[in-house]
Structures are given as C-alpha cells and as structure tokens.
C-alpha cells in the first residue's frame, strides 16, 4: 500500500499545480481536521472581530489539513525539510482566514499608521512585501492595531480542548483569489524542486 506521503508527491509531480490546490487543499476536510472545526473558528472569529459570519471564511491548511507539511521551517535556526508528518501534539493547526471586510479594515490602520509615521513613505518591510499579494501576516504588523486582537484570539482557539490544545495559527487572505494564488505558487516551488533533484 502506497503511503501518504509518497501519494502526495506523486501528485505533486503528475497534476497541474492548481489542480492539486483543488484536489487536496481547497476541500474543507482533510486528514486531521474537518469542516466541523473550521466552521468553529470561523464562528469564534467573527464574535472576536464583531463581522458578520458572511464576511469571513476559515480553511484550516498545512500539515493538519494533508498529513504531511509541504513548507520548510526553521525553528532555533534550524530548518525543518518539507514533507514533515504531522505530530499530534507538536504540530500548528495552520489555518487560512478569508476575508475582504477584515483585511481592508487592517490595511485602512496600517495606512493610517503610515501617514503618521516620522517618515514617508513609511518602510513596511517584509509587511509590504505580503500585502501586496492580498496577503497580512499578523506577525509582521506594528504593534498595536488588531495585532493583540488577534493573537489573543488565537491563543483562545489554541487553548480549546476542540483542538487538543494545539497551538492554532492562522494568516489573513483578501479572497479567495489571494490563496489560491500562493497555494498554487508554493506547489510550483515544490515541483521545480522535485524536478531538480532527480
């Protein structure tokens, strides 16, 4: 019998990058999660962001949703290769929010920011580098704005026992559009890679 990991290589290698996104990243179930939960913390997080539930939507992504983490990560300078099995216990529940409404309304305080800032135009760093592809990580706002928001509200969701008290993290997308754009990027960095090492 063919094992996970092998299958999504293999995948990887014989589908069109996008048809993979469609085949194993956009369905709401995946190997260590499900709808049921991805519609909790879409739930918890229009309560924390006061948003309508149709303002938002949650696709939980990584190892959690294939088995198997198709991103390096380096933790203590040390780099994590791709295809990590995931871990019950030490492994992220990576989650990918959705949201026009929420983004637009970080994007007018990052703006905001900016035209207060000592200095214009203001450096936005690595920030800038991700909003310009429809894409806000958390991690890489200015203190303040929705940053403690957020982390608040994911250290919540980390702590639930729904989750086994994983730590749940997630990165905030305009659309739909955005994701699939750098899901599919990301498996074309892969197949090249793949290709490479033959």
């Known amino acids: 019998m063919i094992d996970r990991k092998t299958t999504l290589i293999k995948q990887i290698k014989e589908l069109n990058a996008i048809d993979f996104v469609t085949k ?24 924390q962001f006061q948003i309508k539930e149709n303002q938002i939507e949650v696709m939980i992504v990584g190892s959690s949703k294939l088995g198997y983490a198709l991103s390096n990560k380096k933790v203590n300078d040390i780099i994590l ?12 529940i990576d989650v990918a929010i959705i949201s026009e409404y929420l983004y637009d309304s970080i994007w007018e305080e990052v703006s905001n920011y900016s035209y207060n800032a000592t200095y ?22 200015p203190k303040g704005l929705k940053k403690s928001i957020w982390w608040k509200s994911f250290m919540k969701l980390s702590t639930n026992r729904r989750f086994k008290y994983r730590k749940v993290r997630g990165g905030l997308f305009r659309s739909t559009y955005h994701l699939i754009s750098y899901q599919e990027l990301s498996i074309l960095k892969i197949k090249k890679e793949i290709e490479l090492s033959k």
Do not use: Q, V
Not at 121 to 137: E, F, Q, T, V
């Open 120 to 141: 214009f135009p203001w450096n936005s760093k690595r920030l800038g580098d991700y909003m310009i592809c429809g894409w806000i990580r958390p991690d890489k706002l």
């Open 81 to 92: 290769p791709r295809f990590r099995k995931f871990h019950p216990i030490k492994s992220d």
């Open 24 to 47: 194993y990243i956009l369905p709401p179930d995946g190997k260590h999660t499900n709808k049921e939960e991805a519609d909790f913390i879409k739930e918890f997080l229009a309560k």
